[in-house]
């Protein structure tokens, strides 16, 4: 199954709701959100239908109660900190380790990312996301783009914190949440594109930490809400970082990260400093 929130093609912010897409039609569902409808477990009533062509798909969860980030994929560790003269530490490999970033700078599919002031180094990120359901289970993947500000990034982690400022300006998620019967989170190609081109590809199956080792840290001495964020964490070639060639984004650039059976989540470099929609 695969759930989407949505509003109808020159509707206003407070038009968005929650759907569920069938073929090239979108099942409104009568939930105030689709948070509302993780929190019951999808069980919720069928509203009128929409041809998929005349609805506009915003973030799956625009305002998620959490956002954790873990860090699961080794290749992108061991590139990443070979970069730096650096192993993987021993203490990776035993827990999954992640940060808290923003809920309040989440975007959806081509929404339009402003370029964050104070850098030079704006890097996309290619992810998948778990988004959690009543009672702390999976209720459905996406893809995700955890944009990252690198020279920022830099800065904050060698005081020992962070990231902060390097992170917390945009997260993107979508377009669909995709249902654990339809997608098991197990494997599925995953490809990065600047302009056309491709710039990235690894598979999720590349995850050193499983799902459910990931959800077990993150609820550990807590508890999980319905439309919590739970991110992979880069794959593999996922990032320019990695590349190490310096081709920074710049305004005008689209990103596009498809993941197969989750679909495309695409997204637009702007001019400047706005806010999330």
Known sequence: MRLCTFKPKGSGPADATPGRVEGD??????????QAVLAVSGQVADGPRFPLDDVELLAPVPE?????DFFAFERHVATARALHGAAVP???????????????????PDAEIPYPSGTVMLDYELEVAAVIKEGGGIGGF?????????????KETRVGLGPAK??????????FLVTPEEFDGA???????VNGEERSRGNLSELYHSWETMMARAAENTRLRPGDIIGSGTVGTGCILEHGDGRWLRPGDVVELEVEGLGVLRNRIGEGDGHAL
């Open 25 to 34: 039609q979108v099942v409104r569902l009568e939930a105030p959100s689709l």
């Open 64 to 68: 998620p109660p959490a956002v954790r």
């Open 90 to 108: 021993d203490e990776w490999y035993e827990i999954p380790v992640f940060y808290f970033s923003n809920p309040a700078a989440i975007y959806g």
């Open 142 to 154: 996406t893809v995700m783009n955890d944009w990252s500000a690198r020279d920022l990034q830099r």
């Open 166 to 175: 390097g992170k917390d300006f945009a997260t993107s998620i979508g377009p």
């Open 187 to 193: 494997h599925g190609e995953m490809v990065a594109r």
